[in-house]
């Protein structure tokens, strides 16, 4: 484990990718492998009972199967040597039972499978509590006025809950993404040496198999990545999302800004150097993911031309490039539902950075009124002279158009923050709606 696999990981995953835990994988299937064939009748159901009680991860010497990989190229291997070798001290007719007809890439295959089965019920109750904190979030901050900002300027005034609800639907659709990807991904991968099956990887046992491991009998697919390059390719929107969250949080920690902030607790955020430092570390360490998953999703995509029926290198290029894909997705995951839940926002501040302008980002709503008397271009252009007027002569906005158009009503009117912020609570609140959540007005 290195310096800052616990910084990066979601620690509630820890045991999820052991070594101890992967291995206990592969014996599983290797044990359901022959309780399958014994249900057939291709093996004795004997010795599929000796196999099935010798497939304990505690008797395999763990440290000697990672040495022996290098030179087996795989885990199967060197683990089904481990394997026999403890069945056959056993009993001798059952050792030769072991792993029949089947090849390396089978176990391996399906043990991914199953160890990303563990992992999405892990990420969808996850999914669920950030998707719950947001409906909340959004629900306390719904009329919260704030100034909305594109191209990194001030844009014009909007509701935090319009930008908790942006944040909040994302996760909703990952949600729904996440369901959908179970269809085709939970399949073992049972097809023998080159993927056509023999007398003992019948279809049978693959049916039998598949339903001892809670997954879905399928045609092989070895060669075949599009289902896991799929579970890739989600595993980058979520981090990309989880990223766009950090990244507007940490935006809006700025010193010159200060509309929000990541929940404080004892020794957090501070500097070596600068005792009044508050720093955005749980929006850096998302980010710091979500910048590293684009790459692994591009890799398990550049596998995906395999040749023929099995890769020489392809494949291998999968086995790690996958597991730390997920788990910075989960790292990810975890701290962003720690960082919306502790979430401090100052709605002081957030109105008082509205006027730091002087009325510019009241330009459109000016714009739009006078655009009905003196008409659409000309209302446009008058106000964009308006507002270099007031950049130059330091005025208020406002103070320059009442110059410029006495006949102007409710000019006043124009100016108010409230006044200016769209549909955000009609929207937020029909967002809110979908989740059963009642709005108070």
């Known amino acids: 484990m290195s310096l800052y696999a616990n910084t990066f990981n979601a620690l509630e995953l820890t045991e999820l990718f052991s070594d101890r835990y992967a291995v206990a994988t592969l014996l599983k299937v290797e044990a359901e492998l022959a309780k399958a064939q014994a249900s057939e009748g291709i093996i004795p159901e004997a010795a599929a009972k000796i196999i099935a009680d010798c497939c304990v991860v505690d008797a395999i010497d763990i440290n000697s199967l990672k040495t022996d990989v290098v030179l ?38 399906t043990a991914t499978i199953l160890t990303i089965k563990d992992y999405l019920e892990w990420m969808e109750a996850k999914l669920k509590a950030l998707q719950e904190v947001l409906v909340q979030t959004t629900k306390d901050h719904a009329e919260t006025i704030m100034i909305g900002r594109t191209l990194l300027q001030q844009a014009k005034p909007m509701t935090f809950g319009v930008k908790t609800a942006g944040w909040l639907e994302s996760c909703s ?27 003992h990887i019948t279809t049978g046992v693959q049916e039998k198999m598949a339903y001892a491991l809670g997954l879905q009998s399928a045609f092989p697919w070895q060669s075949q990545r599009d289902s896991l390059n799929e579970f890739a390719s989600f595993l980058g929107i979520v981090s990309g999302s989880l990223g766009k969250m950090a990244k507007d949080i940490s935006l809006l920690m700025q010193t010159e800004v200060a509309e929000v902030f990541e929940g404080a607790a004892e020794g957090k955020g501070g500097s070596s150097t600068m005792p009044h430092k508050r720093n955005p570390v749980s929006c850096a360490l998302i980010l710091g993911n979500a910048i590293r998953t684009p790459g692994l999703v591009a890799t398990m995509l550049s596998a995906m031309p395999q040749e023929h029926e099995r890769s020489a290198g392809h494949w ?87 110059e410029m158009h006495p006949q102007l009503e409710n000019l006043d009117a124009l100016f108010l923050a409230e006044n200016a912020i769209g549909n955000s609570v009609e929207w937020v609140e029909k967002v809110l709606k979908k989740y059963n959540t009642e709005f108070d007005n």
């Open 72 to 109: 087996g190229g795989n885990v199967a291997i060197p683990l089904v040597k481990q394997l026999t070798k403890i069945i056959k001290n056993r009993d001798f007719e059952a050792s030769k039972y072991v792993h029949l007809g089947a090849t390396s890439q089978d176990i391996i295959d």
């Open 173 to 199: 659709r990952n949600l729904s993404r996440l369901g959908h990807l179970k269809e085709n991904l939970y399949s073992i991968q049972l097809g023998g040496a080159v993927g056509s099956g023999n007398a």
């Open 316 to 402: 291998h290029a999968e086995w790690e490039t996958l597991s730390t894909l997920m788990q910075l997705t989960a790292g990810a995951l975890e701290k962003s539902v720690d960082l919306i839940t502790n979430l401090e926002v100052d709605k002081k501040r957030m109105l008082q950075n509205i006027e730091i302008t002087n009325g510019l980002i009241y330009a459109e709503k000016v714009s739009l009124q006078l655009s009905k008397s003196i008409g659409k271009m000309q209302a446009h252009e008058s106000v964009k002279k308006a507002c270099h007027l007031a950049m130059q002569q330091q005025k208020h906005l406002k103070e320059v158009v009442q």
